[in-house]
Every structure is written in structure tokens, then in C-alpha cells.
């Protein structure tokens, strides 16, 4: 087996002080919220590109980088997936959420309606990788496209938009809608765009530092 090969870090340097810099990235991705109210307002292929470009870095097992990223804008694929999940939803609020589930909900004011998903002008479609496109071993995989998710999410606010993480269940429909093969699973629907401009989030709060942060 060859030597590993490596290269210079290329470092990144925000030019002020990594408090300071921390800080303000805070601030901004704090605003960051969960939307159910888009605009049709259109998002640029560009857009979605560099966007999908930053989850690309992210890092994965093996650097197996196990994800794929389908970006719909065609309206007729865009409302076939909306009946097909909003089939699955009206299944989970009618059948099978418990009554726990249903009060933990309530709050956000959610049920089976899904019209987001035609209104947005992006759904991006995050795939996992079960093996790579060769057929070789893919490791952590979870992990893996939940952190380049992780950073899609942040990348989307950055340039402005917003995002909702949607996970009808089971998402079999995707593969299928999609003409995806065996080897990509449905990981997660995330339509992308606009708010709305009279667009509300719920009144929720998010844990204090103390509740999170452990010194040890």
C-alpha cells in the first residue's frame, strides 16, 4: 500500500480575534429559523450551487463523502412530491403519532398541508450514500450527511434564504419520483427560497449555554 500523501494546510484566518470572530458568527446564524412560508421569489442555480458546494466540504468517514444533493425546480416534480408526502402526513397525524407527539407539535402549528413545498422555488433532496457509486464501503454515513446538512443549513442563511428540514416518513416516494438508484436513500427534503414577507415563526425559545455546555 502507497504512503499517504499530504499537503499545507490551508488555513483560515478571520483577521481579528477567534472570540471575536466566534461572536459574530453567532450572531448571525442565531437568526437562523425554520420556515413554513416561503416566496416564489426565484433563487439562482448559482445560488443553490455554491450553497451545495459548502455541504460538499463537510467532513465524512473515510472521506467517502456520502451524500448526494438532487435540486428540484420543475413544478410538475415539485407537486408530485408534495401529494405523495402530504399522503404520508395525513397517515402520521391521523395514525401513527402517539398523543405525546401530537402535544409536542402543537406549538408549531404543523399538520398534514404541505403547500411549502410547492411554493418554494428549490426542494433540495439530501440523499445518503448506503454504498459508494462503485460499490465500495461507506462509513459513519448518518453522521456524515447530517454535519454536511448541518452546514447546507448554514450556508443557505448566510446567503439569506430560508429552509425547513422536512421528513415525511417513510420517504420511499423520493427514490422513486426522483428515478434514484437502490444505493441512495432519502435522508432529509429541504425546501429553499425566499420567507414570505408576512412570514411568522413560532415563539420558541433555545436552551441557555448552561444547558448545553458542560466544562469538564
Known sequence: MPQPRFIPLERHDPGRPAEEAARTFYDIVRRRRTVRRFSDRPVSRDTVEWI???AGT???GANKQPWRFVAVADPAIKREIRLAAEAEEREFYQRRANEEWLR???PFGTDEHKDFLEVAP???VVFKLARTDEGGQTYYVNESVGIAVGLLLAAAHHAGLATLTHTPSPMGFLTRIL???DHERPFLLIPLGYPADDCTVPDI???PIK???VWA
Open 211 to 213: 444547558d448545553i455546555l
Open 205 to 207: 425559545q433555545r436552551k
Open 52 to 54: 451545495v458546494r459548502a
Open 179 to 181: 428515478n434514484r438508484p
Open 104 to 106: 409536542d407539535l402543537h
Open 122 to 124: 428549490w426542494l433540495i
Open 58 to 60: 463537510a467532513p465524512s
